[in-house]
């Protein structure tokens, strides 16, 4: 078996233990930073797409499919993690290496080092730069497994059915394979881990903002529904030491949730809780968190859930509600994007503020307080 066909049952690599177990993940940068950015980013892109011939920038556009491809085939062959520890390497020695075909890695390569991800240097070897480094294994922010999740064979076919869901309003996911996404994932327990560690590799960057932006102070026990493997709920543990938590979701993501909770020192102070939150959440937290959770379904659906997490609150216990905020006519590239592999996948949506106060308002919260950020907002409610 060559690296390129690896056996998915292996486990993933844990990310930095030693640095996690005893500090709070670093800090996001500022608000302001990564504003400023995104959009430069955004403008320069449209400040040279209107310096080029437009059907060049068609075909760019058009073939930006092949990258993406490309992106999770590199990924899955680890062929960053080999040039980080043998590297410069020609293509002969990285196809060699991991069982792959030399004249395609070097064509592969070489079109992904035209556009920025590795460098081809002049003696005519790879060698790693910025972003290619982040498609390494074992990496805190886990983009690798982003990079192989975004470009699954099962995501990637609901992208190619999209014209489905622009017919139809309805999930092209569903439409092709059938099934639910979380029902694919319960059939397909490799990419549901694929997932789960690209899930924590992005909550790992958008907890240290939640812990920072919301008052924990005036918290005694919080309780993260349908918090995955502890990511989000650790690093508020960790910077708020009088807190104590709750984690509920399905009964084995919470048995999973205990290795990562343990290495980051804050096992002790959480309860774990499996269920569903279709069903109920255990009652006795004065803060509910729900992040990335009604982004994933429909407003139906989320009335459902919401109803839920409000029958175990008291009047005057808060909610809050952590996602990107998408405004109806927003030009935010990311958030956007973001909407639409909801919409294409789950039946979701990334949510303006209005449209959360409205979900809010049908179940019996009172909307509250919002800390915008761009990455993740952070939009709270009081249960009336
Ligand atoms: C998109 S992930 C978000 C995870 C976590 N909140 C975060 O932001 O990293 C969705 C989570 O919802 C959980 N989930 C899905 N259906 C659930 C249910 N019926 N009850 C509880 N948790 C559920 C999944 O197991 C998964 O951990």
Known sequence: MTAATRDPRRPLPSPSK?????APFPGAPPALAIRVGLRARSLLRRLTDRLSPPELVVFDRATAIAEGALF??????????LLEERGPLDAAAVAEARGLDADATHRALRALAASGVFTLRADGRFENNRLSRALRSGTDERTREMAIYFTSPSNAEAWLACAHTLETGESSFEHVHGKTVWEWFDAHPDEREIFAH????ITRVDAP??????PFEDVARV????????????????????LRGVLCDAAGV??????????????????????????????????????NILHDWDDDTCRVIL??????????????????????????????????QMMMVCR???????????LFEATGFAPARTFPFPTVSLVEAVAR
Request: with cysteine.
């Open 18 to 22: 030693t640095r996690a177990a005893v």
């Open 348 to 358: 979701g949506r990334e949510r303006s503020r209005a449209e959360l106060h409205e």
């Open 72 to 81: 999770g085939a590199i990924a899955r062959a680890d062929v960053a993690d």
């Open 223 to 242: 309780c993260d529904v349908g918090g995955g493997r502890g990511t989000l709920l650790s690093e508020i543990l960790k910077r708020h030491a009088h």
């Open 198 to 201: 690209a899930m924590m590799g």
């Open 307 to 340: 109803r839920v997490v409000r029958r175990a609150m008291q009047p005057g216990q808060r909610l809050l509600v952590c996602e990107s905020l998408v405004e109806k006519n927003s030009r935010d590239p990311l958030g956007t994007r973001a909407d639409l």
């Open 209 to 214: 903002v939640v812990a920072r932006l919301y």
């Open 254 to 291: 919470c048995e999973s949730a205990r290795q990562l909770l343990a290495e980051r020192g804050v096992a002790h102070r959480v309860e774990l809780a499996p269920g569903s939150f279709f069903e109920r959440v255990p009652s006795g937290a004065d803060l509910y968190v729900l992040k």
